[in-house]
């Protein structure tokens, strides 16, 4: 979610099938295929190359540890049926506990309002603003449908101008020193 911006529901709901999802891109990237979105709109999200080698290296999923059968259990995850959903999670409490282990291990605090996973929306919008210049080029990397929506993520960027204070007089610079 975090290298797509996409929200957590658009990559769980029935229609985000393993036959969706292309990882042989010639240049290591990859495509997902989301059939339908919170916005009921159609998009292929580009997964980075970091993205395709963590979906190649998805390990087997383990049978339960009861013995009961599990459906997949020891298949290889890119060898599941092409009808199968990407995503074998469900947005409930078991998901959203992980999430928070993760953080905790991670040594990360937020407020309890921002814990969740749209965090990976936002800190995706963050990250792009400054390659993709700006709302408009957001809006092109397919997230959001109209410019106006990223116009909020728009405070996080340092214009030029203000980057300009790194030729402000310093101490070492005032003695001749460059540091």
Same mark, same amino acid.
Request: with cysteine; proline share 8%.
């Given at each position: 979610m975090l290298y797509t911006g996409r929200r957590i529901g658009d990559f769980l709901?029935? @229609? %985000?099938? #393993? /036959? @969706? #999802?292309n990882l042989n891109q010639s240049d290591g990237s990859g495509t997902l295929y989301l059939g339908r979105t919170k916005n009921r709109e159609t998009v292929t999200v580009y997964l980075p190359p970091h993205v395709v080698d963590k979906f190649k290296a998805m390990p087997p999923r383990p049978p339960r540890k009861d013995g009961r059968p599990r459906q997949d259990a020891g298949v290889p995850f890119l060898d599941r049926s092409p009808d199968a959903r990407v995503f074998r999670f469900h947005k409930?409490?078991?998901l959203r506990a992980m999430l928070a282990e993760a953080m905790k291990n991670a040594g990360l605090s937020f407020p309890k309002?921002? /814990?969740? =996973?749209h965090l990976f929306c936002h800190t995706y919008a963050t990250w792009m603003l400054p390659m993709v210049g700006d709302n408009y080029g957001l809006a092109r990397t397919g997230r959001w449908k109209d410019p106006r929506s990223a116009e909020g993520y728009l405070h996080a960027k340092v214009s030029s101008e203000a980057r300009q204070a790194d030729l402000l007089p %310093?101490? =070492?610079r005032a003695k001749g020193v460059q540091r």
């Amino acid at each position: 979610m975090l290298y797509t911006g996409r929200r957590i529901g658009d990559f769980l709901n029935d @229609n %985000t099938k #393993l /036959r @969706n #999802l292309n990882l042989n891109q010639s240049d290591g990237s990859g495509t997902l295929y989301l059939g339908r979105t919170k916005n009921r709109e159609t998009v292929t999200v580009y997964l980075p190359p970091h993205v395709v080698d963590k979906f190649k290296a998805m390990p087997p999923r383990p049978p339960r540890k009861d013995g009961r059968p599990r459906q997949d259990a020891g298949v290889p995850f890119l060898d599941r049926s092409p009808d199968a959903r990407v995503f074998r999670f469900h947005k409930g409490g078991a998901l959203r506990a992980m999430l928070a282990e993760a953080m905790k291990n991670a040594g990360l605090s937020f407020p309890k309002r921002e /814990r969740g =996973f749209h965090l990976f929306c936002h800190t995706y919008a963050t990250w792009m603003l400054p390659m993709v210049g700006d709302n408009y080029g957001l809006a092109r990397t397919g997230r959001w449908k109209d410019p106006r929506s990223a116009e909020g993520y728009l405070h996080a960027k340092v214009s030029s101008e203000a980057r300009q204070a790194d030729l402000l007089p %310093t101490p =070492f610079r005032a003695k001749g020193v460059q540091r």
